[in-house]
Nanobody
Framework: QVQLVESGGGLVQAGGSLRLSCAAS????????MGWFRQAPGKERDFVAA????????VYGDSVKGRFTISRDNAKNTVYLQMNGLKPEDTAVYYC????????????????WGQGTQVTVSS
């Protein structure tokens, strides 16, 4: 069984920063792509960022480009999402996901999901 556990969410004022973490356990993710998605109430789940196993390739959603940074520490089986310059529209539940099938921006490309962590940005 694969487990992904997110942490680091919370309440922050606009312009502030948060760092999300996603710890993987139960299975090694050698070669895996890790991604972050988010879902606001009443909206679809949107792509935020993804990173390849070695970290050489990262991709971002247009709305977060230049503000968010994805990284990973494979020795710790952990992926991070550094979020700077937060805006009220960043408010959502953030989900970590993993796949061994390639680099996807679409949620259907990911096979393993965490339970999500709430990020709330006040204006």
């Amino acid at each position: 069984q694969v487990q992904l556990v997110e942490s680091g969410g919370g309440l922050v004022q606009a312009g502030g920063s948060l760092r999300l973490s996603c710890a993987a356990s139960g299975r090694t993710f050698s070669g895996s792509v890790m991604g972050w998605f988010r879902q606001a109430p009443g909206k679809e789940r949107d792509f935020v960022a993804a990173i390849t196993w070695g970290g050489s390739t990262t991709v971002y959603g247009d709305s977060v480009k230049g503000r968010f940074t994805i990284s990973r520490d494979n020795a710790k089986n952990t992926v991070y999402l550094q979020m700077n310059g937060l805006k009220p529209e960043d408010t959502a539940v953030y989900y970590c996901a993993a796949t061994n099938r390639g680099l996807f921006r679409q949620s259907y490309g990911y096979d393993y999901w965490g339970q999500g962590t709430q990020v709330t940005v006040s204006s």
